[in-house]
């Protein structure tokens, strides 16, 4: 039997299982914080510019384009969700994908549910499933395709989007193989994009092409049968026969659903810049409070974290806002100047521009930590006068069981990103429905 055939089978055979109450509880919360930065990601000038370049040449239909009061076909709707829950940097990541699963999933899913007029259990049935697909192919492929310079998010993460439609639509396991291998030939996305609208755009056109292969795996559309294994397959043509656990896939998929992983589910951003960066801001904001110091008082401020985050986040001098969200050296000295980072540090112009935030910045250093741990940094403050101050910062908030975001933070997050585009009582509505699984 062929890898996308198993692949195919345990997937379809885990989403037909009982999901427990805490399983769908977790599903529910990536949804509805997705769904909150999708909204505000709709409003931003990159989705405002694609949808001038997509919507002309468009066919209507019933997928929603969130932000928007447009309706059009699953395929476009699933491109435009897609840039838009990712143009903020603001959603869910994975350690285990090495990348975002929600907006993975989500938008390829939802586009298809609003044409199918699905809703409900359906939906987070797929979610599940989907979110089961990226962490598995993740330990197949990642960390190789991360530190390589691919972007899991879509070269990993169209497998789960796909996933999650063939669920939906209820494909076979035949269809679903097929859909999958489809895939293999449409995964792209590279990391030089990182802090521009592209990484956004690589993650709508990994939907839309999740929806466009399960579409086509409906109609008997042909794919090689041995896309993943074969010399010239994903495997190899990724990451090299060495660098591949393709066990992950194949193994039947009976332990706990991998969202219910204490140590690696959901990690739920609070601030919107990089994963790797929240944890030396979480540092920098203690040491902040700890000293009570200006920042004209401070010398430098020196980071340092795993080398696996090092390489994307060391970005001294950013363009503009945007750029900004991948600096640690702006985000930290934004955070010290502010006492905290919001959505329009990165949007706003004369945010970034603020002269004190500019000085510090270029007092801010980052090198590596020694340690095994990739969520762990350190962080040092060395005031004018030659105190020094450290911390030690273990992980960022919400990035375990034990260290969890402040209760309701979640709540106001998505309230303050509908907020952009929704009154607040239709934005409080909204919120209200999704906690019932109506996400019509």
Known sequence: MTLARQFAGNLLQFSRQTFSAAAREQARTAIIDTLGVTL??????????????????????????FGTDLRLNALDAALL??????????????????GHISVAVLPALLALADERDLNGDAVIRAYLAGYETAVRMGKAVSPFQ??????????????AGAAACAVLLELTEQQTATALSICASLASGIKSNFGSQTKALAVGQAARSAVMAVRLAQEGFSAGQMAFEHHHGYFNVFNGSDNVAPEALTDPWQETPSILDVEKSNNFKYF??????????????????QTGLRPDQVESIEVQVHPIRFPHINIPQPENPL??????????????VAGTLTLDDFIDSARFADPATQALMHRVT????????????????????????????AGARGSNADNPLPEGLLAEKFLDCAGRVLSPEIARAFYERLLQDDYS
């Not at 000038?45 to 209507?60: E, W």
């Not at 991360?146 to 497998?159: A, E, L, M, Q, S």
């Not at 919107?272 to 409070?289: F, H, K, N, T, W």
């Not at 340690?371 to 004018?384: D, P, W």
């Open 366 to 393: 980052l090198g590596c930590h020694n340690g095994e741990t990739t969520h762990t940094a350190e962080v040092t403050l060395i005031a004018t006068d030659g105190r020094q101050f450290h911390q030690h910062i």
């Open 40 to 65: 505000a990601g709709g409003v931003q000038d990159g989705a405002d510019r694609l949808r001038r370049v997509i919507v002309p040449s468009a066919a209507m239909g019933k997928s929603r384009v």
């Open 323 to 336: 750029a900004g969200k991948f600096s640690l050296h702006y985000c930290v000295a934004r955070a010290f």
């Open 272 to 289: 919107s810049c990089c994963y790797a960066i929240l944890s030396p801001v979480d540092g920098v904001l203690a040491l902040r409070e």
């Open 81 to 98: 969700n897609g840039v838009s829950s990712h143009l903020l940097d603001f959603d869910d990541s994975n350690s285990w994908l090495h």
């Open 146 to 159: 991360y530190r390589h310079g691919w972007h899991p998010t879509t070269t990993v993460g169209i497998f």
